[in-house]
């Protein structure tokens, strides 16, 4: 089984900051990491997919990079609205498919 | 619009059965692998079963194994979680996701006595 370490597990910034999440996995993935953000009360919602593709309607302060087993996301200008919990999911296998253990940001 | 909508969540007794459904419109459902993914409360997303477009390929996580069934109907447009032998710890909200990334609103799941 495929194992991804995300960190941190939590992380205060103030608005304008840009912000990096980053994830690692046990194993090679190639690019098949996607980046989700979940509000309280609200089903995840995709922003990244194939590691550094941007969903249609994201914002472009979105980013993701990275291949193999290191990726990194990034907020390049933290915005209200960005507070969230953001997790990685890998999908190298399908079906099977494993999440980071999420990020809490919180506004400083 | 693309939609998935779970249901038959409840409350069910330790060691009792459930089965949940998620009903998919507004993509072409047998295009895409579907997984089932649960969030217990205050916790994060923790992956639990997964099937191929065609169901010929199948995986779950290793704290569901033999006790969860994943299946499809692709004629209806449907996905399915048979869960038995259900314990406190699978008490959680039931996501089904396609990997296109669209997600249900998800379905709650209490398991106690």
């Known amino acids: 089984d495929i194992q991804m370490t995300q960190s941190p597990s939590s992380l205060s910034a103030s608005v304008g900051d840009r912000v990096t999440i980053t994830c690692q996995a046990s194993q090679d993935i190639s690019n098949y990491l996607n980046w989700y953000q979940q509000k309280p009360g609200k089903a995840p919602k995709l922003l990244i997919y194939?590691?550094?593709n941007l969903e249609t309607g994201v914002p472009s302060r979105f980013s993701g990079s990275g291949s193999g087993t290191d990726f990194t996301f990034t907020i390049s200008s933290l915005q209200p609205e960005d507070i969230a919990t953001y997790y990685c999911q890998q999908y190298d296998n399908l079906p099977l498919s494993s999440f980071g253990q999420g990020t809490k940001l919180e506004i400083k | 619009e693309v939609q998935l909508v779970e249901s038959g969540g409840g409350l069910v007794q330790p060691g009792r059965s459930l089965r949940l459904s998620c009903a998919a419109s507004?993509?072409?459902?047998?295009?895409?692998?579907m997984h089932w993914v649960r969030q217990a409360p205050g916790k994060g997303l923790e992956w639990v079963s997964g099937?191929?477009?065609?169901?010929?390929?199948?995986g779950y996580a290793d704290s569901v194994k033999g006790r969860f069934t994943i299946s499809r109907d692709n004629a209806k447009n449907s996905l399915y979680l048979q869960m038995n032998s259900l314990r406190a710890e699978d008490t959680a909200l039931y996501y089904c996701a396609a990997v296109s990334g669209a997600w249900g609103q998800g379905t709650l799941v209490t398991v106690s006595s």
């Open positions: 194939d590691a550094s």
């Open positions: 507004g993509f072409t459902f047998d295009d895409y692998a």
């Open positions: 099937i191929s477009w065609n169901s010929g390929s199948i």
